[in-house]
């Protein structure tokens, strides 16, 4: 499942493509994804306009066209947006194309169909509780030591599953919430009401080397991850604990080990983390 750090190179790939370029088409396949294709706004909306900018807010990606309205994509479980060449053979699950000026396409793609493709209009109809509660982005000035600290008072669920929740901070899957934890030092499973202000300044340290790093990388590819133009990304090779159980921590070289916390698998080295 793509995290924050996938979307956002799957972005930085669009930005460059997309941005100037018109939509002279929308050519539907499939209305239906977990929500069904706005095919009015869409064909009202998007075909014909120039796009100005693609932005990402947590895990979706914004498609702003000139006339204000914005494309809204997320991914889900198995969403994949490529931009190819216009006469690619299509490809099973290709649910939405997109025909761009200069013979290219970008085409949304998804097996499980999970995802979405919204369209919210400049005044912002059927965009009304979108981003309703979505926590700060890990990399914005407000996901500071201070508002971490706040939000896990008096709280017992382990820090773990707070920092996946998106209310707390947007688009911290499994993955990088492993990763930061054992970056910070901090032990998965510790309630989140006993961490103190030092740690959460790593913490929110650790979130933020983590994702950037990995954005770096172009992202984790466990299984099938890849950016617009269909490269795969390498940080699963830099994973300090996520997959690793029973394998050396590369810090102290205890073994790595695997639990489970709310039905997801928390890996952390007894060694590094308290
Ligand atoms: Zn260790």
């Given at each position: 499942m793509p995290e924050l750090p996938e979307v956002e190179v799957i972005r930085r790939g669009l930005a460059s493509t997309l941005t100037g370029r018109r939509i002279t088409r929308v050519v539907i396949q499939n209305r239906r994804l977990r929500l069904p294709l706005p095919r009015g706004r869409l064909k009202g909306w998007v075909e014909g306009g120039e796009v100005t900018s693609v932005s990402r807010r947590a895990k979706y990606l914004l498609i702003t066209m000139e006339s204000g309205a914005r494309l809204v994509i997320h991914l889900g479980m198995s969403g994949r947006l490529a931009v190819v060449t216009a006469g690619t053979p299509p490809r099973d699950h290709d649910h939405v194309r997109f025909v761009l000026d200069g013979g290219l396409e970008l085409r949304f793609n998804d097996a499980r169909r999970f995802g979405s493709v919204q369209v919210v209009t400049p005044e912002g109809g059927d965009g009304a509780g979108l981003f309703a509660g979505v926590g700060p982005e890990p990399f914005s000035r407000a996901f500071s030591a201070t508002y971490l600290l706040a939000r896990t008072r008096e709280r017992k669920r382990p820090i773990k599953n707070l920092l996946m929740d998106g209310t707390v901070v947007a688009g911290i899957g499994n993955i990088y919430a492993n990763e930061a934890l054992f970056v910070a030092g901090i032990?998965?499973?510790?309630?989140?009401?006993?961490?103190?202000r030092d740690d959460c300044r790593r913490l929110v340290r650790g979130c933020r080397q983590v994702l950037e790093r990995a954005i770096a990388c172009g992202g984790t590819t466990i299984s099938d991850f890849v950016n617009s133009s269909g490269v795969a990304g390498s940080f699963q090779c830099e994973l300090?604990?996520?997959?690793?159980?029973?394998e050396g921590c590369r810090r102290c070289g205890s073994p790595i080990r695997r639990r489970v916390l709310a039905g997801r698998a928390a890996y952390s080295c007894p060694g590094c983390q308290r």
């Amino acid at each position: 499942m793509p995290e924050l750090p996938e979307v956002e190179v799957i972005r930085r790939g669009l930005a460059s493509t997309l941005t100037g370029r018109r939509i002279t088409r929308v050519v539907i396949q499939n209305r239906r994804l977990r929500l069904p294709l706005p095919r009015g706004r869409l064909k009202g909306w998007v075909e014909g306009g120039e796009v100005t900018s693609v932005s990402r807010r947590a895990k979706y990606l914004l498609i702003t066209m000139e006339s204000g309205a914005r494309l809204v994509i997320h991914l889900g479980m198995s969403g994949r947006l490529a931009v190819v060449t216009a006469g690619t053979p299509p490809r099973d699950h290709d649910h939405v194309r997109f025909v761009l000026d200069g013979g290219l396409e970008l085409r949304f793609n998804d097996a499980r169909r999970f995802g979405s493709v919204q369209v919210v209009t400049p005044e912002g109809g059927d965009g009304a509780g979108l981003f309703a509660g979505v926590g700060p982005e890990p990399f914005s000035r407000a996901f500071s030591a201070t508002y971490l600290l706040a939000r896990t008072r008096e709280r017992k669920r382990p820090i773990k599953n707070l920092l996946m929740d998106g209310t707390v901070v947007a688009g911290i899957g499994n993955i990088y919430a492993n990763e930061a934890l054992f970056v910070a030092g901090i032990d998965p499973v510790r309630p989140a009401g006993e961490l103190d202000r030092d740690d959460c300044r790593r913490l929110v340290r650790g979130c933020r080397q983590v994702l950037e790093r990995a954005i770096a990388c172009g992202g984790t590819t466990i299984s099938d991850f890849v950016n617009s133009s269909g490269v795969a990304g390498s940080f699963q090779c830099e994973l300090q604990v996520y997959g690793r159980d029973g394998e050396g921590c590369r810090r102290c070289g205890s073994p790595i080990r695997r639990r489970v916390l709310a039905g997801r698998a928390a890996y952390s080295c007894p060694g590094c983390q308290r």
